[in-house]
């Protein structure tokens, strides 16, 4: 757990960190947030990360609450005062403090920032990646803004809390047609019966994962070919590998779905090639 958070311009103990009641961030989830990676000390693709909390921010016109620059200090002085190597780090700006009312307020108001940060094993993370996980496949409930990274989470807490009730590690959604879109806090891969590997376009209501885009990367450099496209819950079942992407989850493969063996049920060579690179990529 975090023992200090930054909470609008302070440097305060977790216990004591404190918004306004009126926050619309607490009264409407009227804000957004990013969760960074924290490998020995260093955060794990840092820019790109800004690049997509400007990028909700400018979505929904909440006007940052300070620039990039002395937002990364920010970050460094949460990361050095909780003593973390290895940790997750959470952003959250909302809209501010405001009288009660769903119209946005017509006059400016400072934007409310909240850092915090907790110990993350990332040894954890690839062992258990190495021995895959089991899914649940669920309805995508959600908004249709899944491209903005908001606080909104509701859909995404029942999906998970759903799959948990099955045992199973995360939700699989699926649209209304049936096709994968997403997890409930990951993006999901396939590689297909004929070996294609397969993830859903972003253009398509869906979060543009930061993880997602090191490994379309890293797959380039490993010449692996990546196709984005829809596939179909039914077509996912009979896949020869199915994994997820994620700040906490690698590549973190989905070895049973919905009771059925992937594949053989166990973790397969793209999946491992692709937690290995990426462990490499952090480490470096």
Request: proline share 4%; net charge positive.
């Amino acid at each position: 757990m975090s023992r200090t958070a930054y909470v609008n311009g302070a440097y305060v103990p977790t216990r004591d960190a404190l918004v306004h009641i009126n926050d619309r961030g607490f009264q409407f989830a009227d804000g957004v947030y990013e969760g960074i990676g924290v490998r020995r000390g260093n955060m794990v693709d840092l820019e790109a990360h800004l690049d997509r909390l400007w990028r909700s921010l400018g979505e929904l016109s909440i006007t940052a609450p300070m620039d990039r620059g002395p937002l990364r200090v920010v970050l460094s002085e949460v990361i050095r005062r909780n003593l973390f190597s290895d940790a997750f780090l959470y952003i959250q700006i909302t809209r501010g403090v405001a009288s009660r009312d769903h119209a946005i307020p017509t006059v400016d108001i400072p934007a409310s920032l909240i850092v915090t940060c907790k110990r993350l094993n990332f040894d954890g993370v690839k062992n258990r990646a190495l021995a895959g996980v089991t899914g649940s496949t669920q309805p995508d409930i959600r908004w249709g803004r899944c491209d903005v990274k908001s606080t909104g989470l509701l859909p995404n807490i029942l999906a998970k809390q759903a799959a948990r009730k099955t045992g199973a590690f995360e939700a699989i959604l699926f649209d209304s047609d049936g096709y994968i879109t997403e997890g409930s806090s990951t993006n999901v891969w396939v590689v297909t019966e004929g070996g294609d590997l397969i993830t859903r376009p972003t253009t398509d209501n869906i979060l543009a994962g930061i993880t997602r885009a090191r490994v379309k990367t890293i797959t380039e450099k490993l010449k692996i070919s990546v196709k984005e496209a829809k596939i179909s819950i039914e077509d996912a079942k009979k896949a020869q590998e199915i994994f997820l992407t994620s700040a906490t989850s690698c590549a973190t493969p989905i070895i049973v779905l919905d009771g059925q063996k992937i594949g053989d049920g166990t973790v397969g060579p793209v999946a491992k090639r692709l937690i290995d690179a990426y462990f490499q990529f952090t480490d470096a």
